[in-house]
């Protein structure tokens, strides 16, 4: 119903900025949650970065003050940008979009998945 596709990945160095994209198709809904997880080989998936359909946003620890999650106007377009990389970034990135009920910290509350998109940072 909802398709979602993950783009802007690739190599960087320490210290350097990437900006994801994620384009949504099909049928969506203005009030559904969309959010950034990343995983690590041999990781768990883990929260990145929410935005909500009021515009409010919600980090991990670990990314607070270097990334920052934004949508285009017309909210079927949500974004990335990571500055400040750090090898420990290093993961398959992916984006969800749903309509979680009791956090949005926990990737088992999303509907949807893009398939992912590689960052790798180098030291």
């Known amino acids: 119903q909802v398709q979602l596709v993950e783009s802007g990945g690739g190599l960087v160095q320490a210290g350097g900025s990437l900006r994801l994209s994620c384009a949504a198709s099909g049928r969506t809904f203005s009030r559904y949650i969309m959010a950034w997880f990343r995983q690590a080989p041999g990781k768990e998936r883990d929260f990145v970065a929410a935005i909500t359909w009021s515009g409010g946003t919600v980090y991990t620890d670990s990314v607070q003050g270097r990334f920052t999650i934004s949508e285009d106007n017309g909210k079927n377009t949500v974004y990335l940008q990571m500055n400040s990389l750090k090898p420990e970034d290093t993961a398959v990135y992916y984006c969800?979009?749903?309509?979680?009920?009791?956090?949005?910290?926990?990737?088992?509350?999303?509907?949807?998945w893009g398939q992912g998109t590689q960052v790798t940072v180098s030291s």
């Open positions: 969800a979009t749903g309509s979680p009920k009791t956090t949005l910290l926990k990737g088992n509350e999303y509907d949807y």
